[in-house]
């Protein structure tokens, strides 16, 4: 498998900008990796690693911004620069200003063409929070509505030979009341599980060029058999009936390939390695457009793992996960994907991999990725590494109720006493869902496919979770069915937590401190049981605590010593262990890092103290059972 990672040259003459002034905002936390951070050096790798082509140009760097009232227009006076990738909020931006509920957010810079296109000319942006127009050379690009997500304009009318220049004007609404925004962890009175809010854009920034007719996506999916099947959709005058070669390469040499519609055909590679987390074999993919005579049109390159994701009886009837045909327990952590100088954004694609080095060495085999789809790169190291990623869909707009009934799966008990009234536990007449308007349930399953779509070609994301904690849980039947009928190749686990509802495959607990289930139950037999969260110990580290001024808490109260840490850590997987050997199929660690006032990671928010090390993390799993592999 070949590395994405270096910076490919432009063929399109751009001159790029920089501002040897910029700094991060001051008496911020940083990770070692933002300390480091320039404005020539943020997030130069390509960011698309399973459809990449050559001519490209980073448009990431020093950009104009204003803050404005939203009934304003465009400014006349841009009053401040900001660091690109790196969203208004944060430290890394330079600027680390909230975003006000009366105000929105423009940005300008201007980039040079050698000369006009001789194809496309697409403006890609990877991640902007949360709504935005776009204007280039004063006309109009086009508009997007979803934070999390990857989206793309066709500029070459638009454009010219020498300067030009792009303006975007950003609304983030955040938390307010009737918007129904996505907005996963992110809320203005950040505490507690709620983190500060990121606004604008957050992710790279890029032109790319294509020939006239293209190819906009690639979907497939490789089986443990040597299967692949493949589709892609071609863009252009010549689109009709366009044929794509598909070639898989091992260590350079070709080892099947085919010819065949755009529209969908299969191949075969005899004898192909699996992926595993164990062994994460990825072949190189290399795909060519053809026209109507055979002809090369484009060629484009990915990446694919062979793997089969299932679940099967055991022995006692209990429903286990499988990869390959194999039962594989899948154990790990809880993953905000929050970082105290980047926020939702990492620092550098080296962080990532920083990550999940210790997770892996940690003995760690799955991540849940939680409330938030990360950079399209981090898959691609979750899928070059080895770990099972449970991704969960952004969460947002109203839950069940004005009190949010949660109905934990332990509530089915006869005995069960509910807390804080009738949370847990609902009573003839309560709604476990809300009732959200139609706009805004369109929405959300307009940011739910373009998710799936997104991710579908990555082997390492095999759980789809559509709700946690009932947290705007709303249609969650109509939700499981249309997921359960679009992607047949993974899990799905309708409802992290609760509230539960008969579809899909997981039937998934939280327990703070240490896991339990009802196994007791039979309502949850035709599911696999897992305890989706638990844990959360918290242990505080002088000097890495984001702040002194805010409560800093772990579940299960603070223990006195790092020596109670660690024995608390200890009973927690040892539990999960006997869990497992009852029926239990995954564990969720909360979680892998410190989050703001939330101290109950593994590793501190700034990534540079570990509370525990990964060796003697991997021997406490190996002693508690729940390492299928040595």
């Not at 403006?123 to 050379?137: P, Q, S, T």
């Not at 194999?326 to 990532?352: C, K, M, T």
């Not at 080895?386 to 949660?406: C, K, T, Y």
């Not at 702040?547 to 223990?559: E, F, T, V």
Request: charged fraction near 30%; hydrophobic fraction near 35%.
């Amino acid at each position: 498998m070949k590395k994405i990672a270096a910076v490919v040259s432009a063929t399109i003459g751009m001159t790029l900008m920089s501002n040897a002034e910029w700094k991060p905002v001051e008496g911020t936390m940083l990770t070692e990796w933002g300390q480091t951070v320039t404005p020539e050096n943020a997030w130069t790798e390509y960011p698309r690693p399973q459809l990449v082509r050559d001519d490209w140009t980073n448009l990431n760097g020093i950009w104009d911004v204003a803050i404005t009232k939203d009934t304003a227009e465009k400014p006349k006076k841009w009053t401040d620069e900001i660091l690109v990738p790196f969203a208004l909020e944060t430290p890394l931006s330079g600027i680390g200003k909230r975003l006000e509920l009366d105000e929105v957010i423009w940005y300008r810079r201007d980039f040079e063409l050698a000369s006009a296109p001789e194809g496309r000319l697409h403006l890609n942006f990877e991640g902007v929070d949360y709504a935005c127009r776009v204007w280039v050379n004063g006309g109009y690009a086009g508009s997007h509505v979803g934070g999390n997500l990857p989206f793309s304009f066709d500029v070459t009318e638009l454009v010219q030979s020498g300067e030009n220049e792009i303006v975007m004007r950003v609304v983030d609404d955040t938390d307010s009341a009737d918007r129904y925004q996505l907005r996963g962890k992110q809320k203005r009175k950040n505490s507690g599980i709620w983190y500060s809010p990121s606004s604008g854009i957050w992710q790279t920034v890029w032109l790319e060029e294509t020939s006239e007719t293209y190819l906009e996506s690639i979907k497939f999916v490789g089986d443990m058999h040597g299967g692949l099947d493949f589709e892609a959709r071609v863009v252009g005058e010549s689109a009709n009936g366009a044929k794509v070669r598909v070639s898989v390469l091992e260590g350079g040499e070709t080892v099947s390939k085919k010819t065949g519609p755009a529209s969908g055909f299969s191949l075969k590679v005899k004898d192909a390695k699996l992926w595993s987390p164990d062994e994460p074999s990825l072949y190189d993919l290399k795909v060519e457009l053809l026209d109507r005579k055979g002809k090369v049109t484009e060629t484009i390159d990915s990446y694919v793992g062979f793997r089969s994701v299932g679940k099967e009886t055991d022995a006692d009837g209990n429903l286990r996960f499988t990869l390959n045909g194999e039962e594989i327990f899948h154990l790990g952590p809880l993953d905000q994907g929050w970082w105290p100088d980047g926020f939702l954004n990492p620092p550098s694609d080296e962080a990532i991999v920083f990550e999940m080095d210790f997770l892996k060495e940690a003995g760690f085999n799955m991540i849940r990725k939680h409330k938030k789809v990360e950079p399209r790169r981090y898959y691609y190291h979750a899928d070059r590494l080895g770990f099972l990623v449970w991704q969960d869909h952004v969460s947002g707009g109203a839950g069940p109720n004005e009190w949010p009934i949660w109905k934990k799966l332990r509530a089915e008990l006869p005995d069960y006493e509910p807390k804080n009234n009738r949370w847990w536990k609902p009573e003839d007449g309560d709604n476990l869902e809300a009732d959200w308007p139609d706009w805004a349930h369109e929405q959300c399953m307009a940011e739910l496919k373009v998710m799936i779509d997104t991710l579908y070609n990555n082997p390492s994301v095999v759980v789809w979770t559509t709700f946690n904690e009932r947290w705007g849980q709303h249609r969650s039947m109509k939700v499981g069915k249309w997921v359960e009928e679009y992607d047949t190749t993974r899990h799905l686990n309708i409802a992290s937590g609760g509230n539960f509802f008969e579809v899909g495959d997981i039937a998934d607990e939280h327990n703070y401190p240490d896991p339990s289930f009802p196994l007791a139950l039979e309502v949850f037999d035709d599911y696999v049981k897992v305890v989706g969260e638990f844990g959360g110990h918290g242990w505080p580290v002088e000097g890495h605590l984001w702040s002194k001024k805010k409560r800093n808490w772990g579940y299960g109260g603070l223990p006195k010593t790092i020596e109670e840490y660690k024995e608390r850590y200890v009973r927690s997987m040892e539990i999960l262990g006997e869990l497992k050997e009852n029926g239990i199929a995954a564990g969720v660690y909360t979680q892998t890092t410190d989050v703001e006032g939330e101290i109950n990671g593994i590793l501190t928010y700034d990534r540079k103290v570990v509370k525990i090390a990964p060796e003697e993390l991997a021997e406490i799993h190996r002693k508690a059972g729940l390492l299928d592999s040595e």
